[in-house]
């Protein structure tokens, strides 16, 4: 086996996307008898860290779950907390990331954000879409299923006549980026919670207790190491494999 360090290795199988269910911020507030939404608060934090880490060891897209479609059924006035953190981000943060050359993208539904969080929105994706370091995507308000039905809807409006792979892609949320190769789930459970469903049909998972907040570069490194030790198979038998992406004995 391949021994683990503290640090990245110069690797060509660094993971182009990382996807992250950022899970677990709740529970960090209750263990320090704080309310649940300054998990949130701290966890926004954490967030912004972790895409500058990203950034500066050459990810090319990090992709965050910060609200999914099933989460409107929290208490309201959790909902609306995080629905102002995110207005905030948007007004505070963007300018920072657009200096930094990051491209931002937020997938989900957006008619039920509202108009002001949706102009934002615009605004924000219009003003780095240029951008070429990071494309750092928000996943809110997000589902999987959902986004599966909505590219089928679409497609279907154009008048085709058969479904196939490729046209179907078109029209799911970030079919056009490059494949999820890593999903981290942070907070100790194993499930993707309706995450990309399509997405993430190939995607190496990496499921930690580490809850969200306590997340760190680290920690993000570890599952990177994690990801550098699979032998990503797609169907294949491993005897296929061109030797560099064979896994060492
Ligand atoms: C994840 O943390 C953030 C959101 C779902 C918005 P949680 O709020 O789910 O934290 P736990 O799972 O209750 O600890
Ligand atoms: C998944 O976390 C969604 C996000 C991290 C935004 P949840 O905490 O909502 O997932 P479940 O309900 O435990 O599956
Ligand atoms: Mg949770």
Redesign the pocket.
């Known amino acids: 086996m391949k021994s683990t360090t503290q640090t990245i290795p110069e690797h060509t199988s660094l993971p182009r996307h990382i996807a992250i269910?950022?899970?677990g911020n709740?529970r960090w507030a209750k263990k320090r008898f704080m309310p649940r939404v300054l998990g949130h608060k701290k966890g926004l934090d954490r967030l912004f860290e972790m895409v500058d880490y990203c950034h500066q060891i050459g990810i090319r897209n990090l992709t965050v779950?910060?609200?999914?479609t099933?989460?409107w059924r929290r208490p309201e006035e959790e909902v609306s907390f995080l629905m102002g953190l995110f207005m905030k981000m948007l007004q505070e943060k963007v300018r920072g990331m657009h200096q930094k050359n990051y491209r931002l993208k937020v997938i989900g539904y957006r008619h039920r954000l509202s108009t002001q969080v949706r102009e934002l929105v615009e605004e924000t994706e219009q003003l780095t879409a240029n951008n070429t370091g990071i494309t750092f995507t928000i996943?809110v308000d997000y589902g999987g299923r959902q986004d599966l039905l909505q590219a089928v809807n679409q497609l279907l409006q154009t008048g085709v006549k058969e479904v196939t792979e490729d046209n179907l892609r078109e029209y799911i949320a970030l079919g056009n980026e490059p494949e999820v190769d890593l999903l981290i789930r942070t907070?100790g459970?194993s499930?993707i919670?309706n995450?990309m469903l399509w997405q993430l049909a190939y995607s190496e998972f990496y499921f930690t207790d580490t809850l969200w907040p306590d997340f760190t570069d680290k920690h993000l490194d570890e599952a990177i190491q994690s990801f550098q030790l699979r032998e990503r198979r797609f169907g294949r038998t491993g005897e296929q494999l061109p030797p560099e992406e064979q896994r060492p004995d």
Do not use: K, P, Q
């Open positions: 269910i950022m899970d709740g779950f910060a609200f999914s099933e989460n996943a907070g459970e499930r919670s995450f």
